[in-house]
Structures are given as structure tokens and as C-alpha cells.
């Protein structure tokens, strides 16, 4: 079974801190992903990436960056937190083996920046 | 640009069918999704339809128009453990799914 882990469950940070979401996922996927959910929004790509050191703005990439440096751990930086980027945060991984690879999602962090 | 519209609230009773609808228009097209997202869970996968028809698997149904830019995911004997959100993603052309807001389905006694 695929297994998406996301180091932390619950964060609280303070407007503008530094903040990093460490994502790791353990089937050798080439592909993963950052989505934000918010409550009548639903999921939002941030950014993706399709192999180590490799990455793709999504739709709403402003105030974000990420970082590939090994296949199993993608990371979600926000360099200074903004009190408008608390959400539920979900990373996400896919193999690229066929078509109908879905995404297997992490259990997602909820982030809180006060 | 791209949209992807489904209703926001669903409510059904057990042991009925629904059928919970989702309309697209992307630039691009490489297949449509189905996930069930429990409240406080992450989203897990259910079904998915590149070809124009239905996909069955148990319980639950998908079918896709493309030239309509229109799928359903069809929920029979329900159960009061459907109850969850039911989101619709379109995957372009590449990896990336582009997902809709999302369908809250609650099943009542």
C-alpha cells in the first residue's frame, strides 16, 4: 500500500516565520504534489513536480517555493507565513506507470499562523 | 481557462441512489477522477474515465461525456458511511489534477 506521510498534523506559526511542510512518500512515485484546502474552495493546486529537482508552479503559487532534492521527500516552504495561508495543507503523490495512476494523498497538515 | 462545477450539498436516505453530477471545461483533457474525502481524512480514490461510458465497481458508478464535458459518479444502496465529500479532478494534458469544490453527501436514516 502506497503510504504518503506528512510530518506534521497541526502547526501554529506566527506571521512571518519561515515554515517548511515535509511530505515523504515511500513507492518510488516520480510525481508529487501540494494542494491547500479551504472550506468552499476545495483543493488548490500550489505546486508539483515531476522528478528530483524538477518543479511546476500551480495555480496559486505566489508566497510559496518547494524543494525536490531526493525522489521520496517533497517540501513546501513559505518564506515569510501570512495569517491568509492558514489552511489544511495536502501533499499528494503519483506514479507515472499509466494513465489511470491516481494520486495518493497524505493525511494533510493544518497549518495556523496567528 | 478552466471550471469544474458540481453541486455544493447532497442529502439522500439509506438504501437509495444518487447520482452526484460534475461539469468541466479545461484546456485539455486527460481523464476525470472521482475521490471520497471523510471529514478530517484525506481524499482517497474511487474512480476514473478517459473514454466516453459508465465505469462500474460495486456500489458505486462513473460515467464520462466528453463531448459534453460532463461525467456522474452514481451511489446505490447507500449507506450511512457514503457520507463524505465526493470530489470531481480533471487531469490536462501532464500530470496535475484540476479539482472542483467539492460534493457534501449526507446520508440520512
Known amino acids: 500500500d502506497v503510504k504518503v506521510t506528512q510530518s506534521s498534523r497541526y502547526l501554529v506559526k506566527r506571521t512571518g516565520e519561515k515554515v517548511f511542510l515535509e511530505c515523504v512518500q515511500d513507492m518510488d512515485h516520480e510525481n508529487m504534489f501540494w494542494y491547500r484546502q479551504d472550506p468552499g474552495l476545495g483543493l488548490r493546486l500550489i505546486y508539483f513536480?515531476?522528478?528530483?529537482?524538477?518543479?511546476e508552479k500551480g495555480d496559486i503559487p505566489e508566497g510559496y517555493s518547494v524543494s525536490r532534492e531526493k525522489k521520496e521527500r517533497f517540501s513546501l516552504i513559505l518564506e515569510s507565513a501570512s495569517t491568509n495561508q492558514t489552511s489544511m495543507y495536502l501533499c499528494?503523490?503519483?506514479?507515472?506507470?499509466?494513465?489511470?495512476?491516481?494520486?495518493?494523498f497524505g493525511n494533510g497538515t493544518r497549518l495556523t499562523v496567528t | 481557462g478552466q471550471n469544474i462545477d458540481q453541486p455544493t450539498e447532497m442529502t439522500a436516505t439509506e438504501g437509495a441512489i444518487v447520482q452526484i453530477n460534475c461539469t468541466y471545461q479545461?484546456?485539455?483533457?486527460?481523464?476525470l477522477f472521482w475521490y471520497q474525502q471523510h471529514a478530517g481524512e484525506a481524499p482517497t480514490f474511487l474512480s476514473y474515465n478517459v473514454l466516453d461510458g459508465l465505469e462500474e465497481k460495486g456500489r458505486f458508478s462513473s460515467f464520462l461525456s466528453r463531448s459534453k464535458g460532463y461525467s456522474y459518479l452514481l451511489l446505490k444502496e447507500l449507506q450511512m458511511k457514503d457520507s463524505a465529500s465526493y470530489l470531481c479532478a480533471v487531469r490536462k494534458a501532464g500530470t496535475a489534477l484540476i479539482f472542483g469544490k467539492g460534493t457534501t453527501l449526507s446520508v440520512s436514516s
Open positions: 479545461t484546456s485539455g483533457f486527460n481523464g
Open positions: 513536480s515531476y522528478d528530483v529537482k524538477m518543479k
Open positions: 499528494a503523490s503519483r506514479s507515472t506507470g499509466t494513465d489511470n495512476s491516481p494520486l495518493h
